[in-house]
């Protein structure tokens, strides 16, 4: 089944220490995204890839950052980490094409800050 | 994008109707209203989307008045497994953009035996 796949589900890292989250997709869509999710918060768009263009929402830290190297994956850096970075980060992707479009997102990765 | 007001929890029981009404007065006139579920744990999913008045999917049906300034998901005969938080979102989905979403706070739902 097409899909959109994170890994690792879970990553611990300490507080200082860089840490890369990936994501893949089958689904061959355009539009990638990164969302930070915190306990019992919506969903925070940090930014998104339109094809190779990077969006970066006008709030996203400078700490975040990403990389699209081909329409399949995508990366979410965190270069020092704080305990305030603890959170489920949801990768998710869209087709850009008609009217209906629908963002198809992972299972998310649960970032744990020591 | 346009803010949107929704209950922050709402509490049912199995075999009832669920209605969930979202606020969005200031709805733009490319503006599409969407409708997320989210388990704990997972991703959002998407459940349906519409313009004006009435859609309806195999899980839920969307109501929209005239004004386009409201709308409300409605969940029929829910089970345990309907437990979730619903989002309700207004952005502009024309071709071309890359329909960036904004969630809101959400409604909890809990469905009771």
């Known amino acids: 089944d097409a899909m959109v796949i994170q890994n690792p589900r879970y990553q611990v890292t300490q507080f200082g220490k860089p840490v890369t989250l990936s994501c893949s997709q089958t689904l061959n869509h355009n539009v990638m995204y990164w969302y930070q999710q915190k306990s019992s918060q919506a969903p925070k768009l940090l930014f998104h890839y339109y094809d190779k263009d990077f969006n970066n929402e006008a709030d996203t830290p400078d700490n975040f950052q990403s990389r699209r190297p081909n329409t399949s994956f995508c990366f979410l850096d965190i270069r020092s980490p704080g305990l305030g970075d603890a959170a489920m980060y949801l990768c998710a992707t869209s087709r850009v094409a008609g009217v209906i479009y629908e963002q198809y997102f992972g299972p998310g990765t649960r970032l744990t800050v020591t | 994008l346009a803010k949107t007001t929704q209950p922050i929890s709402m509490d049912s029981y199995e075999g009832q109707e669920v209605n969930i009404t979202c606020s969005h007065n200031n709805i733009a006139t490319n503006d599409y209203i969407t409708w997320y579920q989210q388990f704990p744990s997972q991703g959002p999913r998407f459940i349906i989307q519409g313009y004006k008045t009435k859609v309806t999917n195999e899980v839920a049906s969307l109501f929209i008045p005239a004004d386009r300034k409201s709308s409300t998901l409605s969940l029929p005969r829910v089970s345990l497994s309907d437990t979730a938080v619903y989002y309700c979102?207004?952005?502009?989905?024309?071709?071309?953009?890359?329909?960036?979403?904004?969630f809101g706070q959400g409604t909890t739902l809990q469905v009771k035996p």
């Open positions: 979102l207004v952005g502009d989905v024309w071709s071309g953009n890359t329909g960036k979403l904004i």
